[in-house]
């Protein structure tokens, strides 16, 4: 649930937030959601994984996938090609 722009190097960047510790998601980490909830995504590292869940309704209450499978998800349900959008933010850096 926790995407957030932060500024880095005046920067503005988009990160994913650990809902368990608050920290910053760097190279695997999880998404996670109730099955038979609202469809709301909350993200966490694998080591908060377990303490997230338990926070929350347990273990059995929660779905989740590897974050790095999410980008690729969201790809091919928005109907973008990786190529064609990384070339646009290629595009829009050099601004
Ligand atoms: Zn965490």
Redesign the pocket.
């Given at each position: 649930m926790a995407i957030r722009i932060r500024i880095i190097d005046d920067l503005s960047c988009p990160v994913i937030e650990?809902d368990?510790?608050?920290?910053v998601?760097e190279r695997s980490g999880n998404y996670e959601w109730k099955p038979d909830g609202d469809g709301m995504i909350y993200f966490?590292?694998k080591?908060?994984c377990r303490a997230f869940e338990n926070e929350h309704g347990g273990r059995s209450a929660w779905f989740c996938n590897e974050v790095d499978c999410l980008p690729v998800h969201l790809l091919n349900n928005l109907g973008i090609k990786y190529k064609d959008a990384a070339a646009k933010v290629g595009r829009l850096a050099e601004l």
């Open positions: 650990c368990h510790c608050g920290k998601i966490t590292h080591r908060c």
